[in-house]
């Protein structure tokens, strides 16, 4: 079945420790996002891809980056956790970026910092 | 962004019919109203969307009033699998970003 698929499902890091979070995709979308959800909270866009073209929210910290190498990866790279980085990381794709397409959500990665 | 307004939690019992309202009264005439969920420690889903007339798929219903200005989604025969939260969305026209709001949480009682 096409899917999105994130993996590790948990990951543990240390404070100041770079850790990167991976996605892949075999949907085929043009577009990808990525998503931080603390506990209790709704999701929060911090950036997505459409195609090669990056584009950061404007109150995404720079601690956080991304990498798209082809259409099926997309990375999420935190510089220099922090314990206020700990959160689920939601990866998903849409087809293209017309604001009706639907957005196809992986099941997360569960970040732990110590 | 047309902001929703959504009851912090809701219980239902299984088999009966789970309406959840929102509120989006500032909502643009080109702006969808869409619905997505979240089973706990899994990542969203999609369920509807509409525009202004009333949708219907496998999954649910979506019933928008006429001044659109709120909308209801049913869920016609809840089951325990039902239990999640609920999540109300408006689309910014031209974008294809999700603005979560706090959410539904709907809990399906046997």
């Known amino acids: 079945d096409a899917m999105v698929i994130q993996n590790p499902r948990y990951q543990v890091t240390q404070f100041g420790k770079p850790v990167t979070l991976s996605c892949s995709q075999t949907?085929?979308?043009?577009?990808m996002y990525w998503y931080q959800q603390k506990s209790s909270q709704a999701p929060k866009l911090l950036f997505h891809?459409?195609?090669?073209?990056?584009?950061n929210e404007a109150d995404t910290p720079d601690n956080f980056q991304s990498r798209r190498p082809n259409t099926s990866f997309c990375f999420l790279d935190i510089r220099s956790p922090g314990l206020g980085d700990a959160a689920m990381y939601l990866c998903?794709?849409?087809?293209?970026?017309?604001?009706?397409?639907?957005?196809?959500f992986g099941p997360g990665t569960r970040l732990l910092v110590l | 962004d047309a902001k929703t307004t959504q009851p912090p939690s809701m219980d239902c019992a299984e088999g009966r019919a789970a309406n959840l309202p929102c509120n989006h009264s500032?909502?643009?005439?080109?702006?969808?109203v869409y619905w997505y969920r979240q089973i706990h420690s899994q990542g969203p889903q999609y369920i509807i969307h509409?525009?202004?007339n009333n949708e219907t798929n496998e999954m649910a219903s979506l019933i928008i009033t006429e001044d659109r200005k709120s909308s209801t989604l049913i869920l016609p025969h809840a089951t325990l699998r039902d239990t999640a939260v609920y999540y109300c969305?408006?689309?910014?026209?031209?974008?294809?970003?999700?603005?979560f709001g706090t959410g539904t949480r709907l809990t399906v009682i046997p």
């Open positions: 998903a794709t849409s087809r293209d970026w017309e604001y009706q397409e639907t957005q196809y």
């Open positions: 949907l085929n979308h043009n577009v």
């Open positions: 891809y459409y195609d090669k073209d990056f584009n």
């Open positions: 500032t909502i643009s005439g080109n702006e969808y």
């Open positions: 509409g525009l202004k």
């Open positions: 969305i408006v689309r910014v026209a031209g974008a294809n970003n999700l603005f």
